[in-house]
């Protein structure tokens, strides 16, 4: 019987390696272990949420909101309150197809009370061409601004499913100690506060919203949105609101993201890191062309 070389060896090891990192890359995260948005009730949509413009691309009942973009306008929504903190979800499902130029996002902003030097924390959606995924864009902006000194601190993904195909759940918790982005109630991000000057403190409204950013949606701008696909629909539904609003008393604390009631468990670590590593395709603070002076955090 043949002995197998050290070399052929090696060989055989590396490539039931690469097999079994091309299938774990292609599955579903690891268990989390616990589902924040299960302990968080549904509320209707006009009980917390109002328009905000586009009034004729807007379609709402009680349960859930339709909002699309054609040539004419785009539409957004915007909560009734705002808050300080707590968890944030809605089930969202995208519009199939050429989407590219066209963002589909639900995010927590103070660009009303601040312009020009506002607070974000951002779930956005990258429209895309036919023959590729859609980009899920995280990002949270501290005093940011639209003038061309706006410090983005964005991490982007790959999704482990067609976001077209149904309605899934995204959410955001927001505590005094960290920003956590979810997708189906697993971990996808930790934007944990370092400092004062790297974290928002100021009270945030909850958006929705639909709009043209063909400058720098797809590809940086290489793909523009096509009206001739119009309309470009997002449909939202199970809202998720708990928390702190801005005129609650000093007492109130946001629902915790785990059953530690802090932070996230060792599952849920191990669930984010896999997302991370599988599906993470951009991160600011691994990105040479930044400025990293200004953004000291990472």
């Known amino acids: ?41 549904t509320i209707a949509f006009d009980q917390a949420y109002q328009n905000l413009w586009g009034p004729q691309n807007q379609r709402f009942d009680q349960h859930s909101v339709t909002i699309w973009l054609d040539k004419s306008s785009g539409s957004g929504f915007k909560s009734r309150k705002s808050y300080k903190s707590g968890f944030f979800g809605a089930s969202v499902k995208l519009h199939p197809g050429y989407t590219a130029g066209v963002i589909t996002s639900f995010y927590l902003s103070n660009n009303e009370d601040h312009p020009g030097n506002h607070d974000e924390v951002d779930i956005e959606f990258l429209g895309t061409t036919p023959d590729k995924p859609y980009t899920l864009q995280t990002n949270v902006y501290i005093r940011g601004s639209g003038d061309g000194n706006i410090i983005g601190r964005e991490q982007k993904f790959h999704l482990w499913f067609d976001p077209t195909e149904d309605f899934h759940d995204y959410a955001m918790l927001w505590t005094p100690n960290d920003i956590i982005f979810f997708v189906d109630d697993v971990p996808i991000r930790r934007y944990p506060r370092k400092s004062d000057a790297t974290f928002p403190l100021r009270p945030m409204y909850v958006y929705g919203s639909i709009w043209d950013a063909s400058s720098w949606a797809t590809e940086n701008g290489r793909y523009k949105a096509d009206y001739g696909y119009q309309p470009f629909v997002g449909r939202y539904s199970n809202f998720k609101i708990k928390g702190c609003d801005a005129d609650s008393g000093q007492l109130c604390s946001p629902p915790s993201g785990s059953p530690t009631n802090g932070g996230l468990s060792r599952q849920q670590e191990a669930a984010m890191e896999w997302v991370q590593r599988s599906y993470k395709v951009y991160d600011y603070c691994t990105d040479s062309k930044r400025d990293h002076a200004q953004t000291p955090e990472c």
Not at 5 to 11: A, G, H, K, T, Y
Not at 15 to 21: D, E, G, S
């Open 1 to 41: 019987m043949p002995l197998i070389s050290p070399f052929m060896d090696l060989f055989i090891h590396m490539l039931l390696f690469m097999v079994t990192a091309s299938a774990n890359a292609q599955g579903n995260p690891p268990s989390p272990g616990y589902n924040p948005g299960s302990t968080v009730e």
